[in-house]
């Protein structure tokens, strides 16, 4: 977790805390972030298939929601809370 950039600890944390699938806006607001940076972090996080990424409708413009993925366990193992953020 010492190499993970910040933001990506951050996202990691609040889907992990919050496991039904998360809108962008939810993220923007846990993670303090502008929306272009997150979905920038978010769209790293998922092409490392550490998240998965549905549309919340049919439309084309429907919202994507996010979730940490099956095998994010192994990649984002579960670390003490009380570690300080040394970034």
């Not at 010492?2 to 998360?22: T, V």
């Not at 939810?26 to 790293?44: G, K, W």
């Amino acid at each position: 977790m010492d190499c993970l950039p910040a933001l990506r600890r951050q996202i990691l944390e609040h889907l992990r805390a919050n496991p039904d699938a998360q809108r962008i806006g939810n993220i923007m607001q846990a993670a303090d972030a502008p929306r272009t940076t997150v979905e920038r972090s978010l769209e790293d996080l998922t092409l490392l298939h550490v998240l998965d990424r549905d549309k919340a409708g049919a439309a084309d413009n429907a919202s994507w929601l996010y979730r940490l993925a099956d095998r994010a366990s192994a990649v984002f193992p579960e670390y003490p809370r009380n570690v300080r953020n040394t970034l």
